[in-house]
């Protein structure tokens, strides 16, 4: 899978693999100057949607297949022997 960045004049096509690496370059960025400018300490508004992420990885996502009582009759009827 591919991401596309466009503006106005530039439309850049970025693979899964490279999207990756630079959200991973962001963190670790971001984890430097965070810690720089109050090791140990995060901003309130921070900290607050760590806690939400925290508490969502703990709650039981639904499941994307559907039961078997959720699915329509899809009798496929049994090929009849040939009558000549």
């Known amino acids: 899978m591919s991401a596309r960045v466009s503006s106005a004049r530039v439309s850049i096509h970025i693979d899964g693999v490279h999207a990756r690496a630079i959200c991973e370059e962001i963190g670790e960025r971001l984890r430097e100057t965070l810690n720089r400018e109050a090791p140990g300490q995060l901003p ?5 949607l760590i806690e939400r992420l925290a508490a969502a990885d703990h709650d039981e996502a639904p499941s994307i297949v559907p039961s078997l009582d959720d699915l329509p009759n899809l009798a496929i009827p049994l090929a009849s022997p040939a009558t000549t």
């Open 44 to 48: 309130p508004r921070l900290q607050h």
